[in-house]
């Protein structure tokens, strides 16, 4: 028994999008604000597909974050643990926090971190990754930074009043290799961590020849 014969031409195969990401935005019909917090929002958007149906799509609104990859001389990054309620545990981390200053740019934000967290000041800046921490639900955007030349700040000048979480932190210098080592072993959670030591080791490969400036726009 012979197979029947296609009737019209297959469609052919367009070229593939380039790999990167754009902005796109499908109309949103109807959204309904849930809660509004301290730090995050939560509304319930119906946004209407190509097809012309509408779907339900639950959105955490977040102000965004900066991570810092503070790397001395000796190839070792700065790196702080800090107790993380909504999990449950004591989580090492890279410097890092919300960007919740209106017209702070990035850089400043990263910088001001640092410098609250661990207390040290850095003299080269560049970027490393920007990402999105969790796209399907939160409008989270983090960029992490690398920083470079780093100077103790005497405890006398610092102004910065540790509350909370951050009056527990505890600071330790891990040379890279064995914190991406780490992070291979599932020893190490934090996602601004993982991305940012990864990044940084390959980064490094190249002499970080081919890193973003700290004021580059963000995409």
Same mark, same amino acid.
């Given at each position: 028994?012979?197979?029947?014969q296609?009737?019209?031409?297959?469609?052919?195969?367009?070229?593939? &999008?380039?790999?990167?990401?754009?902005?796109?935005?499908?109309?949103?019909?109807?959204?309904?604000?849930?809660?509004?917090?301290?730090?995050?929002?939560?509304?319930? +958007?119906?946004? #209407?597909?190509?097809?012309?149906?509408?779907t339900?799509r639950?959105?955490? =609104?977040?102000?965004?974050?900066v991570?810092?990859?503070?790397?001395? +001389?000796?190839g070792?990054?700065?790196?702080?643990?800090?107790?993380?309620?909504?999990?449950?545990?004591?989580?090492?981390?890279? &410097?890092?926090?919300?960007? +919740?200053?209106?017209?702070?740019?990035?850089? #400043?934000?990263?910088?001001?971190?640092?410098?609250?967290?661990?207390?040290?000041?850095?003299?080269?800046?560049?970027?490393?990754?920007?990402?999105?921490?969790?796209?399907?639900?939160?409008?989270?955007?983090?960029?992490?930074?690398?920083?470079?030349?780093? =100077?103790?700040?005497?405890?006398?000048?610092?102004?910065?009043?540790?509350?909370?979480?951050?009056?527990?932190?505890?600071?330790?210098?891990?040379?890279l290799?064995?914190?991406?080592?780490?992070?291979?072993?599932?020893?190490?959670?934090?996602?601004?961590?993982?991305?940012?030591?990864?990044?940084?080791?390959?980064?490094?490969?190249?002499?970080?020849?081919?890193?973003?400036?700290?004021?580059? &726009?963000e995409?």
């Amino acid at each position: 028994m012979t197979e029947p014969q296609p009737t019209t031409e297959p469609e052919r195969m367009t070229e593939p &999008p380039p790999i990167a990401d754009q902005p796109a935005r499908w109309p949103v019909v109807a959204s309904v604000q849930h809660y509004q917090g301290k730090i995050i929002n939560v509304r319930t +958007d119906t946004v #209407q597909v190509p097809e012309g149906t509408t779907t339900e799509r639950e959105v955490v =609104e977040h102000p965004g974050a900066v991570g810092v990859v503070a790397l001395d +001389d000796d190839g070792r990054v700065l790196m702080i643990r800090q107790y993380r309620h909504a999990v449950g545990r004591l989580l090492w981390e890279l &410097p890092a926090g919300l960007r +919740d200053v209106a017209g702070e740019p990035a850089a #400043q934000t990263a910088r001001r971190e640092l410098l609250e967290e661990t207390g040290y000041r850095a003299r080269d800046w560049h970027v490393l990754a920007d990402y999105f921490s969790s796209p399907g639900i939160i409008t989270e955007r983090l960029r992490v930074f690398l920083a470079r030349g780093l =100077e103790e700040v005497p405890v006398a000048d610092r102004t910065f009043v540790p509350e909370n979480e951050e009056a527990h932190l505890i600071l330790d210098w891990v040379p890279l290799e064995r914190a991406v080592s780490l992070v291979l072993a599932g020893e190490l959670h934090n996602g601004v961590a993982v991305v940012g030591l990864l990044a940084a080791h390959r980064a490094r490969q190249d002499g970080f020849a081919g890193l973003r400036a700290a004021d580059a &726009p963000e995409k």
